[in-house]
């Protein structure tokens, strides 16, 4: 598990602006936030993906340099995950991508139980490519869990890495129980889920910030 928060960068810049509720207000500059997180994290995990050795012609002479064996696909979670997406696509620019709708889908009984429900899923193969699962928000883990699994029936990745910018000690307690062989890739760790299963601090709703509220 590799925490951002946990060392001075700019990082924890742009997450404290996500954070601020003043700096909020601009949905543009929240998406870009999200998006730069993204592109930060798009390079720390591309150190752990597998490279080989290539000739590069210049001008004077040849150049030897690594290059990635094989582009991840990128998945993500509609619609808060685009902009942190964005920053992912940014940077892997030649990779394929998937995209799943899933939310919490409350019970009739108006409690605050409740179900993932998804009803939509897009992605190319999987067998054999490194996967980069990224959803801004990290909080029970139970949409990331049914998003992976459903993934699945495209194949089986070589390697998954999870990306959020907050997490709860919950949420990272679930994906590590439920999906053991994933990475965890973590802008902050916040302190807890309230009794609405949203994240303390946190930030807010995050596709609301970005896009504007849901009717």
């Not at 928060?5 to 601009?26: K, T, Y």
């Not at 040849?62 to 094989?70: A, C, G, K, P």
């Not at 699962?133 to 029970?140: G, I, N, S, V």
């Amino acid at each position: 598990m590799f925490v951002f928060a946990q060392q001075p960068s700019l990082a924890n810049q742009f997450i404290a602006e996500l954070r601020d509720v003043s700096i909020q207000q601009d949905r543009l500059r929240f998406r870009r936030n999200l998006e730069r997180l993204g592109e930060l994290m798009a390079y720390e995990i591309s150190k752990k993906l597998p490279y080989q050795s290539v000739n590069v012609q210049t001008p004077l002479g040849v150049s030897n340099t690594q290059v990635l064996r094989q582009q991840p696909v990128l998945a993500t979670i509609l619609r808060a995950g685009l902009p942190f997406h964005q920053g992912f696509a940014n940077y892997f620019d030649r990779a394929e991508n998937a995209f799943a709708g899933a939310y919490r889908g409350y019970s009739s009984s108006g409690d605050d139980e409740f179900e993932i429900a998804m009803d939509y899923i897009v992605s190319p193969d999987l067998s054999g490519k490194p996967l980069i699962l990224c959803d801004p928000m990290l909080a029970t883990g139970r949409s990331l869990e049914k998003v992976y699994h459903a993934l699945l029936r495209y194949g089986i990745p070589s390697q998954t890495h999870i990306a959020a910018v907050i997490a709860s000690p919950e949420g990272i307690r679930h994906v590590q129980q439920q999906l053991p062989q994933c990475h965890l890739w973590l802008g902050a760790i916040d302190d807890h889920l309230n009794e609405h299963f949203y994240i303390v601090p946190g930030i807010g709703d995050s596709g609301d910030l970005a896009f504007g509220e849901k009717v």
